[in-house]
T-cell receptor, first 112, second 114 residues
Framework: GQNIDQPTEMTATEGAIVQINCTYQ??????LFWYQQHAGEAPTFLSY????GLEEKGRFSSFLSRSKGYSYLLLKELQMKDSASYLC?????????????FGTGTRLTVIP | GAVVSQHPSWVICKSGTSVKIECRSL??????MFWYRQFPKQSLMLMAT?????????EQGVEKDKFLINHASLTLSTLTVTSAHPEDSSFYIC??????????FGPGTRLLVL
């Protein structure tokens, strides 16, 4: 089976930096996605990593180590609107399609 | 670009009725569409994968006769929850994928079965 782990909840202060970790054990790997999901809404795409290393996109960066089965999402200069769930998802080739398997998500609360 | 819509956004129905949810890719052609279900405070669980013109592939534990999926065109997939029961109440989200691996999600449909 597939196993993707993230912390359930995190709290951080406005203006600070927060790192959300994700570890995975999956059969097959075609890349890892990070999505942001506000309560009651659909996930929105943040980043995609398939090679080892850091991908930077504005205030958000994502890191991947395939050998360690590990990724993190780094959020800088936190804003109140960053309060949301952050979903780590591994893409697997499965029955001919490229399927996403999601972790449980990390609920981030940004406080003043 | 890469906008996915779902309709309806909210459904309340009586137990035993069937509910159809539409998923459309508005500005791109989706070779593959995915249907997910999300219960409160839980992550998304993949229900099925559908490719245009072929039968959907269902995940283990998802009843194909209860959750009927039709992917009639490159921009439209429908999920029909047949004979819905209260335990089917959930947030149903579709996503669409074109040439790349990124999935773009619809806004979701909240189903409440009384």
């Amino acid at each position: 089976g597939q196993n993707i782990d993230q912390p359930t909840e995190m709290t951080a202060t406005e203006g600070a930096i927060v790192q959300i970790n994700c570890t995975y054990q999956t059969s097959g790997f075609n890349g890892l996605f990070w999505y942001q999901q506000h309560a009651g809404e659909a996930p929105t795409f943040l980043s995609y990593n398939v090679l080892d290393g850091l991908e930077e996109k504005g205030r958000f960066s994502s890191f991947l180590s395939r050998s360690k089965g590990y990724s993190y999402l780094l959020l800088k200069e936190l804003q109140m609107k960053d309060s949301a769930s952050y979903l780590c998802a591994v893409i697997l080739e499965h029955t001919g399609a490229n399927n996403l398997f999601f972790g449980t998500g990390t609920r981030l609360t940004v406080i003043p | 670009g890469a906008v996915v819509s779902q309709h309806p956004s909210w459904v309340i129905c009586k137990s035993g009725t069937s509910v159809k949810i539409e998923c459309r890719s508005l500005d791109f052609q989706a070779t593959t569409m995915f249907w997910y279900r999300q219960f409160p405070k839980q992550s998304l669980m993949l229900m099925a994968t559908s490719n245009e013109g072929s039968k959907a592939t269902y995940e283990q534990g998802v009843e194909k006769d209860k959750f009927l999926i039709n992917h009639a065109s490159l921009t439209l997939s429908t999920l029909t929850v047949t004979s819905a029961h209260p335990e089917d109440s959930s947030f149903y989200i579709c996503s669409a994928q074109s040439a790349g691996l990124t999935q773009y999600f619809g806004p979701g449909t909240r189903l409440l079965v009384l």
